[in-house]
């Protein structure tokens, strides 16, 4: 199976979380899971991304950091996704070595060429659709996956609102990877097992 799968993790990590997340990993179409965790204390997250680390490792799930790139190594992640506010890609990618740097791109090529010259990894674009997770993010456009695609190598992931009946049309204009979170966490209707199901 193809893994086009970027998946984020919920807000807030429960009990209950480790065992969905194992289920969810077992279909075999992620690619990469992000830890993205804003309110918890640096000692908690370090708890949790070492449980994480053995799930992710267990199905070859390529595990991100959120922002925190000298968290990289405490937990033994495969690399790092930094926003534009979160800091020096310079530095970041010097302390990071061989290991993945994402970067988020916006709408931008602006952004897209200086995360190129800091030798990202990924280019990160969104949002695309309305999303719960940043309801105030900046709008992106499939134009810009066009664009992109023709310019730079790197894989392009795209990110925002994206659920079972949008996330083709992504994939078609050059996306090669789709972030999704809330759909498969916060989905009133399906469980996170069944949810993840829905993107091949």
Not at 62 to 77: G, M, P, R, T, W
Not at 94 to 107: A, D, P, Q, S
């Amino acid at each position: 199976m193809k893994k086009i799968v970027y998946l984020i993790s919920p807000n807030e990590i429960g009990k209950d979380f480790y065992n969905s997340l194992d289920r969810v990993l077992s279909f075999g179409n992620v690619k990469f899971f992000q830890l993205r965790l804003k309110k918890n204390k640096l000692i908690d997250i370090i708890k949790i991304a070492k449980k994480i680390r053995k799930i992710t490792y267990k199905y070859k799930v390529n595990f991100i950091i959120n922002d925190n790139y000298e968290l990289v190594s405490k937990v033994q992640a495969d690399g790092c996704h930094m926003g534009q506010l979160d800091g020096s890609l310079k530095l970041a990618k010097k302390k990071l070595r061989t290991k993945i740097l994402g970067v988020t791109c916006h709408n931008s090529i602006a952004l897209a060429i200086k995360a190129n010259k800091n030798k990202a990894n990924y280019l990160a674009f969104g949002s695309f659709f309305k999303s719960k997770l940043k309801p105030n993010a900046k709008k992106a456009n499939l134009r810009i996956l066009d664009q992109v695609k023709k310019k730079f190598k790197q894989p392009i992931v795209v990110i925002g609102g994206i659920n079972n009946l949008n996330y083709k049309k992504l994939i078609k204009s050059g996306a090669k990877y789709i972030a999704i979170s809330s759909y498969i966490w916060d989905n009133p209707k399906l469980k996170p097992e069944i949810a993840i199901r829905k993107f091949k």
